[in-house]
């Protein structure tokens, strides 16, 4: 069964640094962009960053500067790197992956997959 790891959130002060990591595990043929969304308490999720298979990466612009997304092709694995945290970046942070994946007969089938979402509080 395909799914979506997030991990690494945490409590950090403000102007801190922390390392996100979502990986994916499961039958997976291929996997194509990834993205990084967040979802404050009242607030209705948005996109954070992504980032393609080849490589080109998009950014929301409260963000640009001070995170960066990256993947490991070899680890299905995706990061997201975010310095300088400001309290109101505290959110749950949810990781997709658009994946091509087997079905019953070993068909190719696009899909997109969540992750449950880590937590991230940043506090004095």
């Known amino acids: 069964q395909v799914q979506l790891v997030e991990s690494g959130g945490g409590l950090v002060q403000p102007g801190g640094p922390l390392r996100l990591s979502c990986a994916a595990s499961?039958?997976?043929?291929?996997?194509?962009?990834m993205a990084w969304y967040r979802q404050a308490p009242g607030k209705e999720r948005e996109l954070v960053a992504r980032?393609?298979?080849?490589?080109?990466?998009y950014y929301a612009d409260s963000v640009k500067g001070r995170f960066t997304i990256s993947r490991d092709g070899a680890k299905n694995t995706a990061y997201l790197q975010m310095n300088s945290l400001k309290p109101e970046e505290t959110a749950v942070y949810y990781c997709?992956?658009?994946?091509?994946?087997?079905?019953?007969?070993?068909?190719?089938?696009?899909?997109?997959?969540w992750g449950k979402g880590t937590l991230v509080t940043v506090s004095s």
């Open positions: 997709n992956a658009d994946m091509v994946v087997p079905d019953v007969r070993g068909a190719r089938v696009y899909s997109r997959y």
């Open positions: 499961g039958s997976i043929f291929e996997i194509n962009g």
């Open positions: 980032i393609t298979s080849g490589g080109p990466t």
